[in-house]
């Protein structure tokens, strides 16, 4: 059986029966699994996350790195693989050895389940199996979507608009008594889940307190899809707060002054009194 890879080459395959699938997403063992070979994967990557093949021997380490020597160990008749994963010569190298190592393509969306699932199977010599399972999966996908549909809020101020990656934040504090202000750019929040809280602590130097200190906190939000624009431009969410921030050390000086003047004042009008006192 020869398939022609996304290279263009073609690869012939004589033997599935001890097959290898790894991507980064885990996506190419779990199709292979689907099909109804799992019984014939005999290893894994780190992101192949069914517990049916959590026993299997693990071929990548430092996260997607594949190990050639623990791949060539368990004896593959046959490799699937795309460019997520690497490094690339590993894959060079296992082709090179004489195993047949067939490049799919690394691009993920939903137009592409089916497709991805056939060009497995026929990669595999199972087209029939790739048409039954792609057909299955996009009823199942379609069905989902309109449960999903019918969950859908009528009132779309309610309804989840954009999956957010995290957000740009910037501290603003004004100054006051004709003091200058500060703005402070923080590092981007982390992405979170809805209903989930974060909080931090902001140093904001050369600030003098003014007895009462005001602060504004934006959040820019940032897509989780790099390039992605919102509709209506990026929404702000800008808060303010304010508290209580005596200036202890100037208070003092303060205090200092008057007490020294104070002490002044009454030198000044106890040398008088001496001078006065005579005449009396």
């Known amino acids: 059986m020869t398939y022609t890879d996304l290279t263009g080459q073609p690869v012939t395959t004589t033997d599935t029966s001890r097959i290898l699938a790894l991507d ?4 190419l063992a779990t199709t292979v699994y689907a099909l109804g070979l799992g019984d014939r994967l005999v290893g894994r990557d780190v992101s192949t996350g069914l517990p049916e093949l959590a026993n299997l021997p693990l071929v990548t380490h430092n996260g997607h790195e594949l190990n050639g020597e623990a791949i060539l160990d368990l004896r593959p008749t046959v490799v699937l693989t795309d460019y997520s994963i690497g490094p690339l010569e590993v894959q060079l190298q296992l082709r090179d050895s004489g195993l047949p ?6 691009q993920r969306s939903r137009a592409q389940i089916g497709p991805q699932i056939e060009a497995v199977a026929t990669a595999l010599g199972v087209p029939r199996q790739g048409q039954e399972l792609a057909a299955r999966v996009l009823r ?9 549909a019918e969950l859908v809020p009528a009132d779309p101020a309610k309804r989840l608009r954009m999956v957010c990656a995290g957000a740009e934040q910037t501290v603003t504090m004004p100054g006051r008594l004709g003091l200058p202000g500060r703005e402070i750019v923080l590092d981007p929040m982390p992405e979170m ?15 003098w307190p003014t007895f009462r200190t005001a602060a504004e906190v934006s959040l820019r939000p940032v897509p989780i899809r790099p390039g992605e624009v919102f509709a209506a431009g990026t929404p702000e969410a800008t808060r303010s707060a304010s ?14 002054v008057v007490l020294a003047g104070l002490w002044v ?4 009008r106890a040398r008088r009194q001496r001078r006065e006192a005579p005449s009396q």
């Open 140 to 148: 199942e996908t379609e069905a989902a979507r309109a449960r999903v």
């Open 101 to 106: 190592v067939v490049i799919m393509s690394d």
């Open 265 to 268: 004042a009454w030198r000044v």
């Open 243 to 256: 508290a209580w921030s005596m200036p202890w050390p100037q208070l003092v000086v303060l205090l200092l």
């Open 24 to 27: 980064a997403d885990g996506t």
């Open 193 to 207: 889940s809805p209903a989930n809280s974060l909080t931090f602590s902001v140093d904001v130097p050369d600030l």
